[in-house]
């Protein structure tokens, strides 16, 4: 978990025995695992291919799929080790995004304004599936 919520958790062993007994459960697994193959797929070409900024851009709309609302209560730090940049970069990033319009920086939070800006600001990157 990289934000503040709630997580839940299930020993391998349980986890295991659940799917042997539940053909949809296990199915349910499958997929995820292949919608999570595809995602680490996407991000190698995107590490190979993107600029900075189009990666960040794809990284927030991630980030936003999988939380409520549109505020993303990351830092700049966080973000360079999640993008494996210096921070430095990141910041630069952030605000060419912010000088678009499609996100407002403050303290520790990035809020997305246009996300449909978003997407054409990671120029291909980003896929719908990834959406969580």
Request: net charge neutral; proline share 2%; no cysteine.
């Amino acid at each position: 978990i990289q934000v503040a919520g709630e997580g839940s958790r299930i020993p391998a062993d349980k986890l295991r025995e659940a799917m042997r007994k539940s053909r949809s459960l296990e199915k349910v697994f499958l997929r995820f695992a292949h919608s999570f193959m595809n995602q680490t797929a996407n991000t190698a070409f995107s590490n190979g291919t993107a600029t900075l900024e189009e990666r960040l851009a794809r990284w927030l709309l991630m980030a936003n799929d999988r939380l409520e609302g549109d505020e993303i209560p990351l830092t700049h730090e966080f973000l360079s080790l999640m993008l494996g940049v210096r921070r430095a970069g990141v910041t630069v990033a952030l605000h060419y995004l912010e000088h678009r319009g499609v996100i407002e920086l403050s303290r520790k939070h990035i809020t997305i304004l246009d996300r449909d800006g978003l997407k054409a600001s990671a120029n291909g990157t980003y896929h719908e599936p990834e959406g969580g």
